[in-house]
């Protein structure tokens, strides 16, 4: 049986380490990057069946990350589920446009982040 695998990437270390926990709690392997282009680069590689990004990131940003995550055939498959502070209406319908398949606001809830595992791929 394959291990189910979740990619969480966030400039804010506490958020990294709180969605981690949350993600590992429930049975998940969960590797992390830093900003949009580690993110690129570890989605490519490891494949994850899941990935929570945050919107606000210094280099890339997730909107950015997850048009790049779209037009790249080994990515696209993979569902994004947005983890942003930005989190108005607005922001709700932007982030489906670019691809997202839900929009989290911080602060999160476990049920919050484990509910958005359904759409793992």
């Not at 494949?47 to 990515?75: C, N």
């Amino acid at each position: 049986m394959t291990a189910n695998k979740a990619l969480v990437v966030d400039d804010s270390t506490t958020d990294l380490s709180n969605l981690k926990t949350i993600l590992q709690d429930a049975g998940w392997l969960v590797n992390t990057a830093s900003n949009g282009m580690q993110a690129l680069e570890r989605a490519k590689n490891d494949r994850p069946s899941i990935i929570f990004l945050d919107i606000v990131m210094p280099q890339l940003d997730g909107y950015g990350t997850s048009r790049a995550l779209a037009d790249d055939p080994a990515t696209k498959g993979i569902p994004v589920v947005f983890v942003s502070t930005k989190n108005t209406r607005a922001d709700q319908v932007w982030a489906k446009a670019q691809g997202g398949k839900m929009l989290i606001g911080k602060p999160f809830s476990a049920d919050q982040i484990v509910d958005a595992l359904k759409f793992a791929a």
